[in-house]
T-cell receptor, first 117, second 111 residues
Framework: GAVVSQHPSWVICKSGTSVKIECRSLDFQATTMFWYRQFPKQSLMLMATSNEGSKATYEQGVEKDKFLINHASLTLSTLTVTSAHPEDSSFYIC?????????????FGPGTRLLVL | GESVGLHLPTLSVQEGDNSIINCAYSNSASDYFIWYKQESGKGPQFIIDIRSNMDKRQGQRVTVLLNKTVKHLSLQIAATQPGDSAVYFCSWGSGNTPLVFGKGTRLSVIA
């Protein structure tokens, strides 16, 4: 089946530093990738949608200059949390789809836990 | 039984019993619905989906029911096993809108 990986699986960083999270589709070409964040005991909140080769579409309230998304190839998308602060600590999850249509199945990565000290 | 915690409702069932997890969705224009299972510290795992032109779909030990009139979705798990313990999320969307995830329900299976 379709496999999506994320790296790193967890990261601890100091406040003010930037952190890059990678999302890879291992056995299929991901036309669209999605980035979510999830706080403890809460649901997934979509941050942005990215299509290969174009700028990401950010959800309302998500700062695009703080959460930089690059979807440079059909198998890789990266999320960079710039100047991270403790309130950015969260579980970040990516998903990938081989379709441009939202209603097609997304395959989720295992998530990256970020702790900002 | 079912209880509502601070953020996540919890459903406790005995091993071997059937589980029913309910979800109310908000967008009547949605035409695609998916149930995901999320184990602690992991990403969501696809369980079953259903499109709006159906009201029931069965998988292996799971059944999804859709009632568009009242915007209600349910997931039934037959013969619940300890490995079914997880948080279950319903989600909904359409061709031109991204998936929205419901609040989630924690299923706890009592051996």
């Amino acid at each position: 089946g379709a496999v999506v990986s994320q790296h790193p699986s967890w990261v601890i960083c100091k406040s003010g530093t930037s952190v890059k999270i990678e999302c890879r589709s291992l056995d299929f070409q991901a036309t669209t990738m999605f980035w979510y964040r999830q706080f403890p005991k809460q649901s997934l909140m979509l941050m942005a949608t990215s299509n290969e080769g174009s700028k990401a579409t950010y959800e309302q309230g998500v700062e695009k200059d703080k959460f930089l998304i690059n979807h440079a190839s059909l198998t890789l998308s990266t999320l960079t949390v710039t100047s991270a602060h403790p309130e950015d600590s969260s579980f970040y999850i990516c998903s990938a789809s081989n379709s441009q249509y939202y209603q097609e199945t997304q395959y989720f990565g295992p998530g990256t836990r970020l702790l900002v000290l | 039984g079912e209880s509502v915690g601070l953020h996540l409702p919890t459903l406790s069932v005995q091993e071997g019993d059937n589980s029913i997890i309910n979800c109310a969705y908000s967008n009547s224009a949605s035409d695609y619905f998916i149930w995901y299972k999320q184990e602690s510290g992991k990403g969501p795992q696809f369980i079953i989906d259903i499109r709006s032109n159906m009201d029931k779909r069965q998988g292996q030990r799971v059944t999804v029911l859709l009632n568009k009139t009242v915007k209600h979705l349910s997931l039934q798990i037959a013969a619940t096993q300890p490995g079914d313990s997880a948080v279950y999320f319903c989600s909904w969307g359409s061709g031109n809108t991204p998936l929205v995830f419901g609040k989630g329900t924690r299923l706890s299976v009592i051996a």
